[in-house]
């Protein structure tokens, strides 16, 4: 076994190249699986941020002058790199987009796309043929696209393609039809026909968002629509494990299959491509599954003993101490940007003039009446930059546990006041901004329903 937090000069690396990837659980499955089969390699995130071609094509030229074996890609870059590999396989030509880029021993780069692949090894793995059946796939986006094609290589009968946008349906059906002219495939619009096609099916598979973390209550099916006895029902969305969706397919009757197996089986196929040896599914499994745990444990409901309030003058002084402790992590890491803190860093003074303010939120949590955590946020509309127009979000500033209470629920019962204030003012928006290193921030935020965007996370749908 390698020790996970060392890397030499004769590590083998592989990556992640998209942006943003703070929040891509990638790394945790291949190093869980380096570490069990002893292999001194790496699975390391390289945020792309380029906008240009040419910029795209030196970054994919650093793979293989970093000694780079291969790598993930990530939205927005799956088809941006196509103009630049060597080899483009069946899959990701099909697919139209690439998720795996393998480094050839002369440089060169092999494109994959081990969606359709990880998609039909699950349902397999559940015991599914897709042999002989009659799909019904909700939505036309990329996940769709490589659905479809997995489920026409593996010889389905018939392929029905919903979508809210019928003309993008169409496309889907268009594109693929071809490569698999023995499978029947068609084109109709969801919901207004879904009710007429819904018990034809013998699998269903959700290939939209609805339903996933923080939006919990949606989902891409009609609620008078049942579903029958003997139906599968495959939802991609892997966070929360449970949808709104499988529950409904459930109380009906018909089987239930969350996406987690096909994000760890792509993840699979993607690490026998570069190092040639069986990926231990079991083991990225596991990981990925105690990963999204301790997010749900960090998203529980806060401890009832933490008590949150609106900030009083009496508070600067402690909520000066507090973001002291801000300070320091920052300092810590980037000294060369970060003052250690000081007295004149957050001033009491200074908290005192923000609670004044009418568009400042200025929050405390307590435990036993004593000060654990605050939270400083202001709700004026304001401009992302000077291009953007300016609109309405909860900015979140400051968000401070002081050490020896973290972990007892203080973090998320701010969080919870701060999204019950911003429904009552009507903004629907939240926003913060977080340095790439505090990793553990980051899992907070996205268990709290952030994700990234840019240099920012965001919170919509308050």
């Not at 030229?61 to 890609?73: C, I, K, T, Y």
């Not at 598979?205 to 996933?212: A, D, I, K, Y």
């Not at 949606?218 to 006895?229: A, I, Q």
């Not at 190092?275 to 999204?292: C, E, K, L, Q, S």
Request: aromatic content about 8%.
């Amino acid at each position: 076994m390698k020790n996970s937090d060392v890397i030499t000069g004769s590590t083998t690396l592989v990556g992640l190249i998209g942006w943003p990837v703070s929040h891509s659980i990638s790394p945790i499955m291949h190093n869980a699986a380096f570490d069990y089969l002893g292999l001194d390699w790496r699975y390391v995130p390289t945020p792309v941020a380029v906008k240009t071609p040419a910029a795209m094509q030196q970054a994919l030229a650093g793979l293989a002058a970093l000694g780079l074996r291969g790598a993930n890609v990530t939205v927005p870059h799956k088809q941006a790199v196509i103009p630049y590999v060597e080899r483009l396989l069946p899959a990701a030509q099909a697919i139209g987009a690439v998720n795996t880029l393998v480094v050839e021993p002369n440089g060169g780069l092999t494109a994959d796309n081990t969606d359709a692949a990880g998609f039909i090894s699950d349902l397999r793995e559940h015991g599914v043929e897709p042999e002989g059946q009659h799909v019904l796939v909700l939505g036309a986006g990329g996940s769709a696209r490589a659905v479809v094609y997995g489920l026409a290589q593996a010889k389905a009968e018939r392929i029905i393609v919903l979508n809210r946008t019928l003309e993008t349906a169409q496309s889907v059906v268009a594109a693929l039809q071809p490569l698999a002219p023995a499978c029947r495939m068609s084109a109709f619009a969801l919901p207004d026909d879904l009710p007429k096609l819904a018990s034809y099916a013998d699998l269903i598979v959700n290939c939209t968002s609805l339903g996933m973390t923080p939006h919990v209550d949606t989902m891409p099916w009609l609620e008078d629509v049942s579903f029958r006895s003997g139906q599968v029902v495959y939802d991609l969305v892997y966070n929360p494990a449970q949808t709104r969706l499988l529950r409904q397919a459930a109380q009906d009757g018909a089987r239930t299959i969350g996406g987690l197996g096909m994000l760890v089986w792509q993840g699979a196929l993607a690490f026998e491509r570069w190092t040639g040896r069986p990926a231990p599914v079991d083991v990225m499994r596991a990981a990925a599954a105690a990963h999204f745990a301790a997010r749900a444990r960090h998203a529980a409901t806060p401890n009832p003993d933490v008590h949150v309030r609106q900030a009083l003058p009496a508070d600067a002084a402690r909520i000066s101490l507090l973001n002291s402790y801000i300070q320091r992590l920052h300092a810590d890491v980037h000294p060369e940007f970060f003052k250690q803190p000081a007295p004149t860093t957050f001033p009491p003074q200074y908290v005192l003039e923000l609670m004044a303010r009418a568009d400042t939120v200025l929050l405390v949590a307590e435990i036993a009446g004593e000060i654990a955590g605050y939270l400083y946020a202001d709700v004026s509309p304001a401009m992302e930059t000077s291009s953007t127009y300016a609109f309405e979000r909860f900015y979140i500033h400051h968000v401070a546990v002081t050490p020896a209470m973290q972990g007892q629920g203080c973090g998320a019962a701010l969080m919870n006041a701060a999204k019950r204030i911003a429904r009552e003012r009507k903004i629907a928006r939240m926003a913060l901004s977080i340095w790439e290193f505090n990793h553990r921030a980051q899992r907070f935020f996205e268990a709290q329903g952030f994700v990234n965007y840019g240099h920012r996370m965001w919170l919509n749908g308050v």
